[in-house]
């Protein structure tokens, strides 16, 4: 059990600019996560995967986010045309199963200048 | 709606006991979970309630009344590196909904 890995650590992008993360769960979890958060908050959902399938998505998602799991291993969340409002910390999360708890990855710091 | 409440911040004395409480209202519930999150570092499991009860794991107890839409977080023997935010979630209709976490400062 390696734990959740993210990639990068870090980033920063200028206003307007396209930014990919990847996260790579715990090999034999089948739930993935993506949560965002922000100083004194609490994670905030954003989507999550069972296996390859994205079951639900975030309403309060707009469409410059998207994310893929395509085959049902590592993960990418692409954010286009980034602005100021999505500078946040970019958490993946994966689990066993339904009710299983949340292993989370260190995270990606994202800066939108 | 659905909403969870915790206190946003609290301050012990190495070597006490602490408790956080949460508050819930939620749809549905399917367990609660309580994570500690250090600063800058990702949230970690904690513990895990389903049912009414005291759960209890080393110096960390967890609490759980369904009735009451409530939980509490029991940290004893407190050490400085207990310093943290610890967030309550509430599985509800297999989604989790998180509080904004409460941070836990310990003074010497």
């Known amino acids: 059990d390696t734990g959740v890995s993210q990639d990068p650590r870090h980033k920063i992008t200028k206003r307007g600019q396209n930014v990919t993360f990847r996260c790579d769960p715990i090999?034999?979890?089948?739930?993935l996560y993506w949560y965002r958060q922000t100083l004194g908050q609490g994670p905030e959902f954003l989507t999550y995967?069972?296996?390859?399938?994205?079951?639900?998505k975030s309403r309060l998602l707009s469409d410059r986010f998207s994310a893929e799991r395509p085959k049902g291993s590592f993960s990418t969340l692409e954010i286009q045309r980034t602005e100021q409002g999505d500078s946040a910390m970019y958490l993946c999360a994966s689990s066993l199963q339904n009710n299983s708890p949340l292993h989370f990855g260190n995270g990606t710091r994202l800066t939108v200048t | 709606g659905q909403n969870i409440d915790q206190p946003t911040e609290m301050t012990a004395t190495e070597g006490a006991i602490v408790q956080i409480n949460c508050t819930y209202q939620t749809s549905g519930f399917n367990g609660l979970f309580w994570y500690q999150q250090h600063a800058g570092e990702a949230p970690t499991f904690l513990s895990y309630n389903v049912l009414d009860g005291l759960e209890e794991k080393g110096r960390f107890s967890s609490f759980l009344s369904r009735s009451k839409g409530y939980s509490y977080l029991l940290l004893k023997e407190l050490q400085m590196k207990d310093s943290a935010s610890y967030l309550c979630?509430?599985?509800?209709?297999?989604?989790?909904?998180w509080g904004a976490g409460t941070k836990l400062i310990i003074k010497p």
């Open positions: 090999s034999e979890h089948n739930r």
């Open positions: 979630a509430v599985n509800s209709n297999y989604q989790l909904i």
């Open positions: 995967f069972q296996n390859e399938a994205q079951l639900e």
